[in-house]
């Protein structure tokens, strides 16, 4: 199915506790949907932002590259609400980096050092209403069955019922069997079609 306007669908139609997966084609300025359209929209309550090997920066500093005066201001109260948790690599200029983790695909190492510091957040800034993924394709890319198997053992001890999760995943990096288990965990698949400087989004869960 078809939806008109992924902002509306995914403020309307998804409650805490959803995993949705929005997917997109490396060719797709996800920037201005994520910084120009979603977040202006939800910046008034607490984001938390995992990213991975500072992909989320990218996608915020090509965004900001295109604004100027009121555009640009607009950016900078959007962002005001912004917790980052850094993983890997790469810089956080898009809010409060809360946490640095390094990059591993230990599962054990891995899921220590994110409990702690997603606990120590929700202690001192309470439970988030929306909980941001960029870079996990590239994290996947790079890891591989550790890495997907790490994401999954994560997946299953997170309090993830408390706020609603978005995960951007650029569908041309990620290993089909890869993707095919994000989608499985999923409550949500939302497919972004980008041709000819046009999008449509399709409901594929």
């Known amino acids: 199915m078809e939806i008109k306007s992924l902002r509306d669908y995914l403020l309307r139609e998804i409650w805490r506790g959803g995993i949705v997966l929005v997917e997109y084609p490396s060719n797709y300025p996800i920037e201005d949907f994520v910084w120009g359209t979603l977040l202006p929209t939800i910046s008034e309550q607490e984001i938390i932002v995992d990213d991975f090997l500072g992909i989320g920066d990218l996608t915020f500093r090509n965004y900001l590259r295109k604004e100027s005066g009121k555009g640009y201001k607009?950016?900078?109260?959007?962002?005001?609400?912004?917790?980052?948790?850094?993983?890997?690599?790469?810089?956080?200029?898009?809010?409060?980096?809360?946490?640095?983790?390094?990059?591993?695909?230990?599962?054990?190492?891995?899921?220590?050092?994110?409990?702690?510091?997603?606990?120590?957040l929700v202690v001192e800034f309470g439970k988030p209403a929306y909980f941001l993924t960029f870079g996990l394709a590239e994290y996947l890319y790079f890891g591989g069955?550790?890495?997907?198997?790490?994401?999954?053992?994560?997946?299953?001890?997170?309090?993830?019922?408390?706020?609603?999760?978005?995960?951007?995943?650029?569908?041309?990096?990620?290993?089909?069997?890869?993707?095919?288990?994000?989608?499985?965990?999923?409550?949500?698949?939302?497919?972004?079609?980008?041709?000819?400087?046009r999008h449509d989004v399709i409901i594929r869960k």
């Open 74 to 120: 607009t950016v900078l109260d959007t962002i005001k609400n912004i917790k980052i948790i850094k993983i890997g690599p790469g810089r956080g200029s898009y809010g409060n980096v809360i946490n640095e983790i390094p990059l591993t695909y230990d599962t054990q190492e891995f899921m220590d050092r994110y409990y702690n510091c997603l606990k120590r």
């Open 145 to 197: 069955e550790k890495a997907i198997r790490t994401i999954l053992t994560l997946q299953s001890v997170l309090p993830i019922e408390d706020w609603t999760s978005i995960y951007f995943i650029n569908k041309d990096l990620i290993d089909r069997n890869h993707l095919a288990i994000l989608e499985e965990i999923s409550s949500s698949v939302l497919e972004i079609l980008w041709k000819e400087k």
